[in-house]
């Protein structure tokens, strides 16, 4: 038979897989197709340009079985025309192999990705429309392709092997990343994501009340004295210790003594349940902490006393971040005593100029990276530290941020006026 008609059907096939390897590239860069398709008519090629960037990892699948199948028919091709014609010629049958391998790969493979890596929308809505009326003949070639490999798969491993390892954390906070960047996930839609992560990770100490904020006394000291601190208290929940606050002999609720009519100390105190810093603070919540009037103690890795956590800590650090934003002016609350409660996204300069004191900022935006920034690591809760006229302490932090701290004034100063500062 005449070399014309294989060189014909294998420029076709070639053609075909230049089209499949341009798909598979613009499928997972064409952000800026979403908004072409929406203003497309309906119709088939509008529904299957839907379905590609509903499910590209689906399409990718189907993709990748098209391509091997046109590589494998160009490879038996390719030998065939090399063995049966060019090799009669006296033509080195190295020689146009490798030749001919070249011209694949670059027609096939390599310029197809270049032009879908510059322009991937209009390559992903060209190769869709050329696609789209052969897939009577390639989805079921593909379906069948499946369902054989699924086969393979059940007939050659192992049932006791493991086909899929379990998802890391890493990997899927990248594979989200992945997503944004292609254009399958929208930027709040991933920040929700990773804040639903951030709460599966989420530990008693990131909620805790820590040590310098508790009400600590000493279960020796004459009962006048006891009393009076128990009257003075600012928190429900009293620790009762020993020599020293890391001694930890009891708790006492202070509103149930309020509600029993206030009757001597020693009757009413609870047991101390202890957990270490890094307990999840999802299974304190739901193992530990059932009631309101309950709490934990949570110990160092050394043992000491770190902190103690409530129902309602857990609970308000989980609603902290799903609260509805009311603006700029809500990032920083004034407080009794001269205290200033600010989240950590806030502005450092809006800071100053409300406040009316200097932080030192540099070039700085937040005051959650301006602390971060000066202790040069993530701190814990109740951590101090001085920023220029500002004793900061830092209330909340999550996995990766400062997230809300308290601002105190070095000096006693005016704050300026909010209608001045705006």
């Not at 008693?204 to 004295?225: F, K, N």
Request: glycine share 8%.
């Amino acid at each position: 038979m005449p070399l014309l008609p294989f060189a014909l059907l294998y420029f076709a096939l070639l053609a075909l897989l230049a089209v499949v390897s341009a798909m598979e590239t613009a499928t997972f860069a064409a952000r800026d197709a979403r908004s072409t398709v929406g203003r497309m008519k309906a119709g088939p090629l509008k529904g299957a340009l839907q379905a590609v960037l509903a499910n590209p990892f689906h399409h990718l699948h189907r993709t990748l079985l098209v391509s091997a199948a046109l590589n494998l028919a160009l490879t038996a091709l390719g030998l065939y025309i090399i063995v049966g014609h060019l090799g009669r010629t006296g033509l080195n049958p190295w020689l146009c192999a490798g030749g001919l391998f070249v011209i694949t790969v670059l027609l096939g493979d390599v310029l197809p990705k270049f032009v879908a890596v510059r322009s991937p929308g209009a390559v992903l809505l060209h190769t869709t429309r050329i696609l789209h009326p052969v897939r009577v003949i390639l989805d079921p070639v593909t379906l069948l392709a499946e369902r054989a490999s699924d086969w393979l798969l059940l007939v050659f491993i192992p049932k006791g092997v493991k086909t899929r390892q379990p998802i890391t954390r890493d990997e899927l906070e990248t594979l989200i990343e992945m997503r944004e960047e292609q254009g399958a996930l929208e930027s709040t839609e991933a920040a929700i994501i990773n804040e639903i992560l951030e709460i599966t990770e989420l530990t008693v100490r990131d909620c805790m009340v820590p040590r310098v904020d508790l009400t600590l006394i000493e279960g020796s000291d004459p009962t006048a004295d006891i009393i009076a601190q128990l009257e003075k208290s600012a928190t429900r929940f009293v620790i009762i210790h020993g020599d020293t606050p890391d001694v930890v002999l009891g708790v006492i609720d202070l509103h149930q003594w309020k509600l029993a009519g206030r009757p001597a100390w020693p009757t009413v105190i609870q047991a101390p349940v202890f957990v270490p810093e890094t307990f999840p603070a999802l299974d304190a919540l739901n193992q530990r902490l059932t009631s309101a009037a309950n709490c934990l103690i949570i110990n160092d890795e050394y043992g000491g006393l770190e902190g103690m956590v409530t129902q309602e800590e857990i609970v308000d650090w989980l609603l902290y971040d799903a609260a509805p934003w009311q603006g700029d002016a809500n990032e920083l609350r004034e407080e009794s005593g001269g205290r200033f409660i600010a989240d950590g996204t806030a502005r450092v300069d809006h800071i100053a100029d409300v406040m009316n004191v200097n932080l030192d900022a540099g070039a700085i935006d937040t005051i959650g990276g301006l602390v971060f920034n000066h202790l040069g690591y993530l701190p814990k809760p109740g951590e101090r530290v001085r920023l220029g006229d500002v004793d900061v302490k830092v209330k909340r932090v999550s996995r990766r941020r400062v997230q809300q701290v308290e601002l105190r004034p070095a000096l006693p100063v005016k704050p300026k006026a909010r209608e001045e500062v705006e």
